[in-house]
């Protein structure tokens, strides 16, 4: 696909159309879902196990390709198709936090961050002072910095998780796409990395994240999107998508919705016995 002719919306920064993905078994993991991330947006996936939510994830971030539908990027005021722009280009527009993200070769913290620099660099060049000031400011954001020197895997898991965190914010992409990136968190950690993803997804950028905590997603996402089987159940603030009914359609759960001042708080009571 070229490009498309000028947006109405100026706000807009990436749209998916019709997004299907069908698998080799002819599974059909996700059927027809339509989804805008907006500049100044931190969007949220919810939902139960198997709805869809990090398959639709991997196809907004271009790490799958749809069976069907497409997705497109805002690049000079006009839609683009992101199967039209070169590896490079995705690299330095787009960032894709894996969940349960992890390293799995010995080398220093500082070095691995310094990778989410990579896509802005020819193969020949060495780091700037601006990647290097880049990194710095990434571990500062991360509380990493007091890592710089150690090896990467003899950190704990969650420390692992916030330098992978860093390597995201080095790059400074438009998007940042995170599956599940508290997953493995203490509380101060969660509230950390959604504060990074709040303080990112301002001005000209946005994050779409991965989560099950839904108090979290009340508090700190724009937008969210409930998919269920495979498919969109509903679109909105979190106070139109979180309230009691949804939730038992969706999880099959009673809930308590409570809110003090402009915090939303969705507390788990039981399951349902007939969901």
Same mark, same amino acid.
């Not at 979290?216 to 996402?221: D, E, G, N, T, V």
């Given at each position: 696909m070229g490009l498309s002719p000028a947006l109405n919306d100026e706000s807009l920064l990436l749209t998916g159309q019709q997004l299907t993905f069908t698998v080799a078994e002819g599974a059909t993991l996700l059927r027809a879902v339509n989804v805008t991330v907006n500049q100044g947006e931190l969007v949220g996936l919810i939902g139960p196990n198997g709805a869809g939510k990090s398959t639709l994830l991997r196809l907004l971030s271009g790490v799958d390709a749809p069976s069907d539908g497409s997705v497109s990027l805002v690049v000079s005021g006009s839609l683009k198709s992101i199967s039209a722009l070169s590896v490079h280009e995705r690299a330095q527009k787009m960032s894709?936090?894996?969940?349960?993200?992890?390293?799995?070769?010995?080398?220093?913290?500082?070095?691995?961050?310094?990778?989410?620099?990579?896509?802005?660099?020819?193969?020949?060049?060495?780091?700037?002072?601006?990647?290097?000031?880049?990194?710095? &400011?990434?571990?500062?954001?991360?509380?990493?910095? %007091?890592?710089?020197?150690?090896? !990467?895997? #003899? =950190?704990?898991?969650?420390?692992?998780?916030?330098?992978?965190?860093? &390597?995201?914010?080095?790059?400074?992409?438009?998007? %940042?796409?995170?599956?599940?990136? !508290?997953? #493995? =968190?203490?509380?101060?950690h969660q509230l950390h990395v959604m504060e990074l993803l709040r303080a990112h997804a301002k001005g000209e950028k946005a994050a779409v994240v991965v989560l099950h905590d839904l108090s979290?997603?009340?508090?700190?996402?724009d937008r969210i999107y409930l998919l269920n089987d495979g498919a969109l159940f509903c679109e909105g603030s979190p106070e139109a998508v979180l309230s009691q009914h949804n939730i038992a359609r969706v999880y099959g759960i009673d809930s308590q919705i409570t809110r003090v001042g402009k915090e939303l708080s969705v507390s788990p009571i039981a399951r349902l016995s007939n969901y």
């Open positions: 894709y936090l894996v969940q349960g993200a992890k390293a799995y070769w010995p080398i220093e913290v500082e070095k691995m961050i310094a990778l989410g620099r990579l896509p802005f660099q020819k193969w020949w060049q060495q780091s700037s002072d601006q990647d290097q000031a880049k990194v710095i &400011r990434a571990m500062e954001l991360t509380e990493t910095l %007091i890592h710089r020197n150690r090896i !990467v895997t #003899t =950190l704990s898991g969650g420390e692992q998780a916030l330098v992978m965190m860093a &390597r995201v914010l080095a790059g400074e992409p438009e998007v %940042i796409f995170a599956d599940e990136p !508290v997953a #493995t =968190l203490d509380p101060y979290l997603a009340a508090r700190f996402c």
